[in-house]
């Protein structure tokens, strides 16, 4: 069983930064796909970036280069360092991880993140 803790999220404005975080509870974490996804409003949940078992970490085109996704194996966190924001990074923002073994996906509550001209 895994349990997902978001933080970090908050106010910004065009041009800053803020960074989120996702602690992890329950065994197994190395194995576990890490993603970020958020959901803006009147949208789909869409993926922004995934870590497959703390390799390769891919973004969307919307979000490569201005957001970075860190991952600490030995800490069960994850982070999503979100510079150069837009108003259109106004979301609400999910932690995600999934077992292929289990076939399961687990979810944080998600975090508000709102962005202001």
């Known amino acids: 069983q895994v349990q997902l803790v978001e933080s970090g999220g908050g106010l910004a404005h065009l041009g800053g930064s803020l960074r989120l975080s996702c602690e992890a509870s329950g065994s197994g974490f190395s194995l576990l796909h890490m993603a970020w996804y958020r959901q803006r409003p009147g949208k789909e949940r869409e993926l922004l970036a995934i870590?497959?078992?703390?390799?390769?970490?891919d973004y969307i085109d919307s979000v490569k280069g201005r957001f970075t996704m860190s991952r600490d194996n030995t800490k069960h966190t994850v982070s999503l360092q979100m510079n150069s924001l837009k108003p259109e990074d106004t979301a609400v923002y999910y932690c995600n991880a999934k077992s292929v073994q289990l076939d399961t996906e687990y979810w944080g509550q998600g975090t508000q993140v709102t962005v202001s001209s």
């Open positions: 870590n497959v078992r703390g390799g390769q970490t």
